[in-house]
């Protein structure tokens, strides 16, 4: 499958691969399996493809890579598989990013879907009162942004095709799962009804109601819409510095709706 992601990736839906060209490089695609995101089902029992999503992380082109990594800057590519999971669309289980000891905080990341059409679920905390809670949903080209410290988790729209997305993150990223596992997934669950994702809460946290929009265009950060965000950062390298520095746009994160 042809991406247009503003550098030489293909995919092969068969196998749930990344393909590089000559320009390009990229990792040996990894693949999480149905039981490694049980825990955070609705139905932790259920059944559905065995191969739920693939990712590549640290792709882009050859010419960069050392800037990158100079700016601790990475692109990953994922793959979600079509289908169900008992009730539910694949997904991932979902997290919150840890502390970065490069900048001492909680990053973002910024999604750019690539094919198909995405919720990106994200809430304000991983306690019992998840605070504000959005599932924004996002067709091939559009961009999603989830502020630091959020907890948030990525969902297949629709059950019939992959869907598959890049997005920017830090370089030293790491998960925090604890949250989110002690209240058995986040605040709600999607939930397939008659063809369509629909969102029904989990009754492990307080009652803070969802929010479902579209999209919106980020020109707050700096971002032209329609253009791939990997083209974005080879225009203006600090374009995305707010991705491994998050304090530098502080005031954006305050009151922040996606």
């Given at each position: 499958?042809?991406?247009?992601?503003?550098?030489?990736?293909?995919?092969?839906?068969?196998?749930?691969?990344?393909?590089?060209?000559?320009?390009?490089?990229?990792?040996?695609?990894?693949?999480?399996?149905?039981?490694?995101?049980?825990?955070?089902?609705?139905?932790?029992?259920?059944?559905?493809?065995?191969?739920?999503?693939?990712?590549?992380?640290?792709?882009?082109?050859?010419?960069?890579?050392?800037?990158?990594?100079?700016?601790n800057l990475l692109?990953?590519?994922?793959?979600?598989?079509?289908?169900?999971?008992?009730?539910?669309?694949?997904?991932?289980?979902?997290?919150?990013?840890?502390?970065?000891?490069?900048?001492?905080?909680?990053?973002?990341?910024?999604?750019?879907?690539?094919?198909?059409?995405?919720?990106?679920?994200?809430?304000?905390?991983?306690?019992?009162?998840?605070?504000?809670?959005?599932?924004?949903?996002?067709?091939?080209?559009?961009?999603?942004?989830?502020?630091?410290?959020?907890?948030?988790?990525?969902?297949?729209?629709?059950?019939?095709?992959?869907?598959?997305?890049?997005?920017?993150?830090?370089?030293?990223?790491?998960?925090?799962?604890?949250?989110?596992?002690?209240?058995?997934?986040?605040?709600y669950f999607p939930?397939?009804?008659?063809?369509?994702?629909?969102?029904?809460?989990?009754?492990?946290?307080?009652?803070?109601?969802?929010?479902?929009?579209?999209?919106?265009?980020?020109?707050?950060?700096?971002?032209?819409?329609?253009?791939?965000?990997?083209?974005?950062?080879?225009?203006?390298?600090?374009?995305?510095?707010?991705?491994?520095?998050?304090?530098?746009?502080?005031?954006?994160?305050?009151?922040?709706?996606?």
């Open positions: 499958m042809e991406l247009h992601t503003g550098f030489d990736l293909q995919a092969d839906l068969d196998t749930l691969d990344f393909r590089y060209g000559t320009e390009a490089f990229g990792p040996v695609t990894e693949k999480r399996k149905l039981d490694d995101i049980r825990g955070s089902l609705s139905n932790p029992e259920a059944e559905g493809p065995e191969i739920v999503y693939s990712v590549a992380m640290d792709v882009g082109k050859l010419k960069d890579k050392d800037d990158l990594i100079k700016r692109f990953g590519a994922m793959i979600f598989e079509k289908g169900i999971i008992g009730e539910e669309p694949v997904r991932s289980q979902g997290h919150v990013h840890a502390v970065s000891e490069s900048c001492h905080a909680s990053t973002c990341e910024v999604y750019e879907i690539w094919n198909g059409a995405a919720y990106i679920y994200m809430q304000e905390h991983d306690a019992d009162d998840p605070g504000r809670c959005f599932a924004v949903y996002a067709k091939a080209g559009e961009v999603v942004i989830v502020p630091p410290g959020w907890a948030h988790c990525t969902i297949n729209a629709n059950i019939n095709e992959p869907m598959l997305f890049g997005a920017w993150c830090v370089r030293d990223y790491g998960f925090d799962y604890e949250g989110i596992r002690a209240h058995n997934g986040v605040a939930k397939v009804r008659n063809g369509r994702i629909e969102f029904v809460k989990n009754g492990r946290y307080s009652d803070s109601g969802l929010e479902i929009v579209s999209a919106g265009g980020y020109q707050e950060f700096g971002l032209e819409k329609g253009v791939p965000i990997y083209t974005q950062y080879e225009k203006n390298k600090d374009l995305f510095r707010f991705v491994t520095d998050p304090a530098c746009a502080g005031e954006l994160w305050e009151g922040y709706r996606p």
